[in-house]
């Protein structure tokens, strides 16, 4: 379903140097496929995530969903495709504070489809156990409530990739299983495609497939040699 080559990105300096990030000979992803991409803060993981969500463009190379080549789409059709195709989980939730948990949900679905489910959008918040929250703003909500709102938003237009940044990262560790348990049991019940990044162990060996970013970006394992 996603294939990824040859991609390279970097970012321009405030002094304007050029600071390479990604450089990806290959990357793949097959339809329904719970992939976990681990790495150390500040390798790229992030940066790799907005690329397929074409939220970045990259500076050259591929990235083909169902074959079509993302990165020759302008970024009103990239917002657009990614909007349809696509649910992510911010690691910053990314909410808005002026509307209810069940509005936030409702909103996914009008930026894919210009339309809302609002009995959905309430089965997703069910589903995340907060069938009682539906009518509350995320000021009113603790932090692992409000990640679980992020993860029923991303799941509205019932996605065929999901991209998870860092989900637990901002959780207590009390809660941080019960986060990990939503996305991976909601993208098995849906059959939708997950990649998940994060840095700890811990939430990586709960799924079967672990890629290492050292392995997959040349870039990052050149960082580990100067490091090692």
């Known amino acids: 379903?996603?294939?990824?080559?040859?991609?390279?990105?970097?970012?321009?300096?405030?002094?304007?140097?050029?600071?390479?990030?990604?450089?990806i000979p290959?990357?793949?992803?097959?339809?329904?496929?719970?992939?976990?991409?681990?790495?150390?803060?500040?390798?790229?993981?992030?940066?790799?995530?907005h690329n397929i969500a074409g939220i970045t463009k990259i500076d050259s190379g591929e990235i083909l969903f169902d074959g079509l080549p993302l990165q020759t789409l302008s970024q009103e059709m990239r917002d657009r495709f990614r909007a349809t195709n696509m649910g992510y989980v911010f690691q910053t939730f990314n909410l808005l504070p002026a509307f209810t948990a069940l509005e936030n949900v409702m909103l996914g679905m009008a930026f894919a489809k210009g339309k809302t489910d609002r009995g959905f959008a309430q089965t997703l918040l069910n589903r995340v156990g907060l069938k009682d929250r539906s009518g509350h703003r995320p000021t009113m909500m603790s932090v692992g409530e409000q990640q679980r709102v992020a993860v029923a938003r991303a799941l509205a237009n019932r996605p065929r990739l999901l991209l998870a940044d860092e989900p637990t990262a901002n959780i207590d560790p009390a809660n941080q299983q019960s986060i990990v348990d939503l996305i991976k049991e909601s993208c098995e019940e849906f059959n939708i495609a997950l990649i998940l990044v994060t840095h700890t162990?811990?939430?990586?060996?709960?799924?079967?497939?672990?890629?290492?970013?050292?392995?997959?970006?040349?870039?990052?394992a050149r960082a580990e040699e100067v490091i090692a």
């Not at 294939?3 to 390479?20: D, E, M, R, V």
């Not at 790229?44 to 995530?49: A, R």
Request: glycine share 10%; no cysteine.
């Open 26 to 49: 290959k990357f793949a992803v097959a339809a329904g496929e719970q992939v976990v991409l681990i790495g150390r803060s500040g390798g790229g993981k992030t940066t790799l995530l």
């Open 201 to 220: 162990m811990e939430v990586a060996n709960q799924f079967s497939r672990i890629d290492r970013l050292e392995d997959i970006n040349q870039l990052a």
């Open 1 to 23: 379903m996603l294939s990824i080559a040859n991609l390279k990105k970097t970012f321009t300096q405030p002094g304007g140097a050029t600071l390479p990030i990604l450089d």
